[in-house]
């Protein structure tokens, strides 16, 4: 776990990183697979809201589980990594 913490009068703050994945599984109905999710929180711990989720089925961006903070998913920008 890492915190950030940004300064309250930036205007549009934004978070950039870059995340590798990889597995040699393949998606099979039913199954758990190995997987990432990027989450974040306020420092209270109060406000949560999942950035992204990605398995060997693919990625969901900004998906929308119940009791979370939802974020447009038109809001994030990826670039497939080289």
């Not at 776990?1 to 950039?16: I, S, T």
């Not at 969901?60 to 009791?67: K, T």
Request: aromatic letters at 8%; proline letters at 9%.
């Amino acid at each position: 776990m890492r915190f950030l913490f940004v300064d309250g009068a930036l205007v549009h703050p934004r978070l950039l990183f870059n995340l590798g994945f990889a597995t040699d599984e393949t998606a099979v109905p039913s199954a758990f697979l190995d997987s990432v999710t990027v989450t974040m929180q306020d420092a209270n711990q109060i406000f949560t809201t999942i950035y992204l989720a990605a398995d060997a089925a693919g990625t969901l961006l900004a998906p929308p589980p119940p009791g979370t903070v939802v974020i447009d998913p038109a809001t994030i920008s990826t670039n497939a990594m080289a």
